[in-house]
Every structure is written in structure tokens, then in C-alpha cells.
């Protein structure tokens, strides 16, 4: 007599189930560890990487960086296309209390920190990617630098400073459009930029990453802001980058609310910070594929940072600049970002 074949009960499949559930949860869990420990070793790599291969360049040319070496590096500084970013030379100014933005657009222009303001978006092909209402909580979910742009100020260029610093190979920059996404139909040809400055918008995207807003490239002249470390703040970044910074006790004159006392004190020199974007000509010559920064999620602006020392000179008095180090978006130096990855592991 044929046995007739018996199959799972009801009760075993459930459970079957349910334990390749449990493997499958585990499984996901341990692959986003390794995918987050693989992304913070990436991000040491590409700091170290970044300073070596433009130390190399600036050794094969004999110390004198090429003229273009950095042009359309990011500035860091927001624009709203309806104003120059221009302010009294030699001066500065530094993030309030509150940050640099009050969660209704702001003070523009400002270092920074993402889309904060929204009106009718289009994509290149000229179709509305959604109203005011469904873009708004995209805009502000833009945090841009986050954190680290709390520690940046603006500085506005003098004469002899814009000279020096087209001789260390930045004589363009790009500015960041605050208010949307991209720049197609964005009332730009009415604006400043173009009716004065006769510039035109590049970059941009239809997406809302903040690291992919509309960049419109500047010739930098007298008067104009670019992004500084804030050395009440960064202390630490100056000494891992070798750079000098003295003691600051017993010394009197000295403010944390304004930092460039600890320039005119003597205590340090200033650092000023420049994105690299895709456009920098650093990036499309040296590197095949962009490097970014996978630490951070896509709300966030993912691009390495640049920092040149500039003297304490002022005015007639001259200055110099030089590029001294890299860092992460988040404002980590190699060895901070090694000890992240070191402490999460």
C-alpha cells in the first residue's frame, strides 16, 4: 500500500518563518554596521588622499600652486539672487546666538547650511516637481553643513587678500543659491547677479540634497565673503593640522562671542574654508570619481573641505595664502575622524 506524502504543517511553516525573519533582521543589521564602518574608513582615506594628491601637485610645479588649481571650489557663503555678498573689506561676521538661519529663511547671505526658502520648483525639462506646500518640508529638512557651519564665519576680503589669493590659485568661487534646488525659472535674469555681475547659473539639479543646490560661479574681488574657522571653537583643528596657535591663558582682550579678537591678539591666523565641489577644478582634474563624504546622509552636504592659512595682515599691509589640510564635511580633521571610526568600531 502507497504511503501517501505528508508536507509542513501549518505550525512549521509559521515557525520557519519566523526564524528566517529573526536571520533575515540580524543579516540587514550586521551589513549596515559594515556598511557604516566601511563609509568612516573611507572617510580617513579620502581626508588623507585629498591633501596628498594636491601636496604632490603643488611639489611637481615647484611650490607655485597652478592659477587654476582651485577655481570653482565652493565658497560655503548662501545667495538669494536679489543681493550682492559684499561687506565693509577686512571685517567680519559671525553666526548669532541662534545659528545662522531663524527657521523662516534667515539673514542672508550666511555660511551655508542647506534650502531654507521655497518657491515654484522645475526640474531641466521644465516640469513642476510639486507645490510650495509638498516642497517645504523637503527645503528644510536641508541641514547642509549642520553643526560645523556654527563654527564658520564670513570674512570680507580685501584688495591685497583677493591678489594673494588668486596667487595660491582661487580666483573663482562658487556661491550657493539659498532659496531653491536648482535655477531654472527662478526669476534669475532679473537678479543682481546677472543684471550687474553679468553671471550666468551653472550646477544645480532638480533635487533637494543641499550639496546639489544651483552654484553660480563669482570672480572674487574686493569686499566680497568667503567662509572662516571660527578659532574660539576650533582649536583643535589648528593643532592637528600643525598649524600655530597659541596659549591663550592669562590673556586678557580675548572673546568667544567675538572671535577675531583671537586674530588681533596675535593667538592664531586666519583659516578660511572652500568646498570641494564637483566643479573644482581640483576635483575634475586629480580624481576620477568624486570623492564625497558617506558618513553623512544625503540632508547633509557631503563634500570635502579645503583650508588655506591666510597671514593677519591687513590692508596695505599685505597677506599670504597657502593651502594647509583637508577636511570632512562635519568639520573632522584625519586623525578626528579616525578616532570616530576607532570609537565605533
Known sequence: MQKRKQGFTLIELILVVAVVAI????????????????????????????????????????????????????????????????GAEGTYKWAPGAGWYDGAGGTIPGVYCGIKQTTIVENASGVSTGTIADLMDAHESNVGLDAFAAKLGMYYLTEKEVASLKDAGVSIVSYHNYSNAQSKNLGWNSSVWYTKYGLHAVGGGPGHRPDLSACYPVVLTNGMPVAILNPATCESIYRDLGLEYASTYNVSGLSAAEPDT????????????????????????????????????????????????????????????????????????AKQAQYAADWAS
Open 262 to 333: 583671537y586674530f588681533a591678539k596675535g593667538i592664531c591666523q586666519r583659516l578660511v574654508v572652500l568646498g570641494l565641489g564637483r566643479d573644482t577644478e581640483t576635483n575634475t582634474k586629480y580624481f576620477e570619481n568624486q570623492p564625497r563624504c558617506m558618513t553623512l546622509d544625503k540632508t547633509h552636504y557631503r563634500n570635502y573641505l579645503l583650508v588655506f592659512q591666510m597671514n593677519n595682515g591687513q590692508g596695505n599691509q599685505g597677506t599670504t595664502v597657502k593651502f594647509v589640510g583637508v577636511l570632512d564635511p562635519a568639520g573632522n580633521t
Open 23 to 86: 536571520l533575515a533582521v540580524i543579516a540587514i543589521g550586521k551589513f549596515t554596521d559594515i556598511r557604516k564602518e566601511a563609509a568612516r574608513k573611507a572617510n580617513v582615506a579620502n581626508i588623507k588622499n585629498i591633501f596628498r594628491t594636491i601636496n604632490t601637485e603643488i611639489a611637481r610645479v615647484d611650490g607655485n600652486i597652478y592659477k587654476g588649481m582651485f577655481a570653482y571650489a565652493e565658497a560655503l557663503i548662501d545667495v538669494d539672487g536679489t543681493q550682492a555678498p559684499t
